[in-house]
């Protein structure tokens, strides 16, 4: 039983990271796109830059997740 969930633990933890890799970048995409991430003289703005931090930080942590999940499944 404990190595099932390890196994189901590791998967979550892959499956998470894997719709961060999947979300975010086209969450980004569309804020990019909105007319408040750049103001007249198409400078990026506050609502831009909050934005391209939080996706950041969420790849961040999806890469993060990821390794965890592989180190393990490797270690199960």
Request: aromatic share 8%; hydrophobic share 65%; charged share 15%.
């Amino acid at each position: 039983m404990p190595e099932a969930v390890g196994t189901l633990g590791a998967m979550l933890l892959l499956v998470g990271a894997a719709f961060s890799v999947i979300v975010w970048p086209a969450f980004l995409r569309r804020v990019a796109r909105d007319e408040r991430a750049r103001d007249s003289a198409g400078r990026p703005t506050r609502f831009l830059t909050v934005h391209v931090t939080l996706v950041a930080i969420a790849i961040v942590i999806a890469i993060a997740q990821a390794v965890a999940g592989i180190w393990w499944l490797a270690v199960s």
